[in-house]
């Protein structure tokens, strides 16, 4: 296994989080969407842009994880958005690069974001999944 880093995300790391996601949409998700939602979705351009104000304002907890130096996975995760459960947390999204996936590094990320979650008092998460992303619901 690679040397692993977790760091909070900051204002300037944009472009890194936007690559990660659109990069891992594309993977994750080319058999579950079409291909025209995909590229509505996977768009750089817009991600970046909406990084830029999750960051500015503060609007979750986000996380990227390096291996080896390298930018790799990120986590975003927020008190819940939905009203029915507005007492717990939201993992917002979780998203890191094919060529290390089924390796392990997911999950040092998930019990990392769990741990911040757990600390920040929450004891209900929530994760809302594609009804056909089965790596996500396992």
Known sequence: MSLVELRSAKAGDEKILAYIQTES???AFRDILSPEMLTQYANIEKAEEMYRDVLARCLANVTI???EGQPHCIAAW??????PA???AELICIHSLCGNWQRGYGSIMM???LGEIKAAGFSEVILWVFEKNLRAIR
Request: glycine share 6%; no cysteine.
């Open 25 to 27: 949409w594309n993977a």
């Open 65 to 67: 994880e390096f291996l």
């Open 78 to 83: 927020s008190r819940s958005r939905s009203a």
């Open 86 to 88: 507005s007492g717990a």
């Open 111 to 113: 019990r990392h974001i």
